[in-house]
């Protein structure tokens, strides 16, 4: 099973400014992915991180609004940019082999 | 959009109780896995379960998989305390995009 950290755990942002939430993963993957989990709901994909290119947005989700990098296959970021009360949410970074996928604690964001 | 439908939304049972929850989902899939998440923390992986195969087990948990009727159970026996938290599951579909998909969850409360 792969291990994934996340940082930071929690963060409180004033609206319009940008947080970037870092994630490492223990061993190397093959997929990484961003979710986002709405207070009292269950996990929305935002984007699949690809090693070295442009993320792949779901529907919903823009590049402008959620950057992401990948630079190698164990290290991916997320920004959320420009956030107002709606952002405030988890995000949760996951990676998958060719099986079983696993996700990270998540980081806690309160958008004032 | 969620995949996934999962049954009953809610559940609360006596602590020592069998806890079943159900997953419905729409198209072919790869594979399907169970998560636990406690109190908005990140999420566990508890087991997958393969399109070719109908049963596993894991400790006091066993997961089925009917894919004529796209369903999906997971049975845990003598219920704890420690087991209150919300339960998803996720398919990986055969096609496209090996992106995991969301059911909405079930809050099991396991009562003292």
């Known amino acids: 099973s792969a291990v994934i950290s996340q940082k930071p755990s929690r963060d409180i942002c004033q609206r319009g400014t940008s947080l970037t939430i870092q994630c490492q993963v223990d061993?190397?993957?093959?997929?990484m992915f961003w979710y986002r989990q709405q207070p009292g709901q269950s996990l929305t994909l935002i984007a699949t991180?690809?090693?070295?290119?442009?993320?792949?947005?779901e529907s919903g989700f823009v590049i402008d609004k959620f950057p992401i990098s990948r630079p190698n296959l164990t290290f991916s970021t997320l920004t959320v940019s420009n956030m107002s009360p709606e952002d405030s949410s988890i995000y949760l970074c996951?990676?998958?082999?060719?099986?079983?996928?696993?996700f990270g604690p998540g980081t806690r964001l309160t958008v004032l | 959009s969620q995949q996934g439908e999962e049954d009953p939304q809610a559940l609360s049972i006596q602590e020592g109780e069998n806890a079943t929850m159900n997953c419905s989902y729409k198209?072919?899939?790869?594979?399907l896995q169970w998560y636990r998440q406690n109190s908005g923390r990140g999420l566990v992986h508890l087991i997958l379960i393969r399109s070719n195969e109908r049963e596993k087990h894991s400790g006091r948990l066993r997961v089925t998989l009917d894919t004529s009727k796209k369903s999906s159970s997971l049975l845990i026996t003598a219920s704890r305390a420690a087991d209150t938290a919300s339960y998803f599951c996720a398919t990986r579909r055969i096609q496209g995009a090996q992106k995991l998909v969301f059911g909405q969850g079930t809050r099991l409360t396991i009562n003292p």
């Open positions: 061993s190397q993957v093959t997929m």
């Open positions: 991180a690809n090693q070295g290119s442009e993320a792949t947005y």
């Open positions: 996951s990676a998958s082999g060719l099986d079983e996928q696993f």
């Open positions: 198209t072919s899939i790869n594979n």
